[in-house]
């Protein structure tokens, strides 16, 4: 079965650099949220879109930005990068915003020099 | 401000026998827990949840009991086996909002099953 997918699985970047991340969903699945996991840390929970449209924001610094696309396929960017956002970046999917299960990607591995 | 937490930070556990993870939580607002298990590097994977208006939940070797008077939920791993060894995440969805799906995870707990 199709999981959720994400690109690229690993990025190092520059301090004060651009960097998107991408994550397609399960298909027919039409909610994406984005977490953010530092070295020995849980999960934290950073947005979230159902139907293309925003549906919860967490703890996502203004130096990020993200969107849901008409494919709902979704782009997490992130600007004037700082060495703390050096991550690993998942993307989870579910159907319907009420839906019980979030399935998650396996995570894109930031690391910001 | 911790929401959800797992206390343990290892457990350690012979083949064969019983795990036993442990998560607690202060929001009385969640509505539906969730465990996750994660190996290095992936994202993780979903073994079980439990709704807020049940009290156990079984699915192979895996059973989770929650105690909303005591805001307290267990994953029960039975028999364990090498392969479980993992990190475990508890994971609770809510309040409300417009996002039921928005988690809020515990710290993890390492689990070794030794052979």
């Known amino acids: 079965a199709a999981g959720v997918i994400q690109s690229p699985r690993h990025l190092i970047k520059e301090k004060r650099e651009t960097a998107t991340l991408k994550c397609y969903p399960i298909p027919r699945h039409d909610t994406v949220y984005w977490y953010q996991q530092g070295p020995g840390q849980d999960p934290q929970f950073l947005i979230s879109?159902?139907?293309?449209?925003?549906?919860d924001k967490g703890s996502i610094p203004d130096r990020f930005s993200a969107q849901q696309f008409s494919d709902y396929h979704s782009e997490l960017n992130m600007s004037s990068l700082e060495l703390g956002d050096s991550a690993l970046y998942f993307c989870?999917?579910?159907?319907?915003?009420?839906?019980?299960?979030?399935?998650f990607g396996q995570g894109t591995r930031l690391t910001v020099v | 401000d911790q929401q959800v937490k797992q206390n343990s930070p290892s457990l350690s556990v012979q083949e064969g026998r019983i795990s036993i993870l442990n998560c607690d939580y202060t929001?009385?607002?969640?509505?539906?827990f969730l465990w996750y298990k994660k190996y290095p590097a992936e994202g993780p994977t979903f073994l079980i949840s439990i709704s807020s208006i049940k009290d156990k939940n079984e699915d192979g070797r895996f059973t989770v009991f929650l105690n909303k008077s005591a805001k307290h939920l267990s994953l029960h791993i039975v028999p364990s086996q090498p392969g479980d060894s993992a990190v475990y995440f508890c994971a609770a969805r809510g309040p409300g909002g417009t996002s039921y799906g928005k988690l809020t995870f515990g710290q993890g707990t390492i689990l070794t099953v030794h052979p």
């Open positions: 879109f159902y139907e293309k449209m925003q549906s």
């Open positions: 929001n009385s607002m969640f509505d539906y």
């Open positions: 989870a999917s579910s159907s319907g915003q009420t839906n019980t299960e979030a399935f």
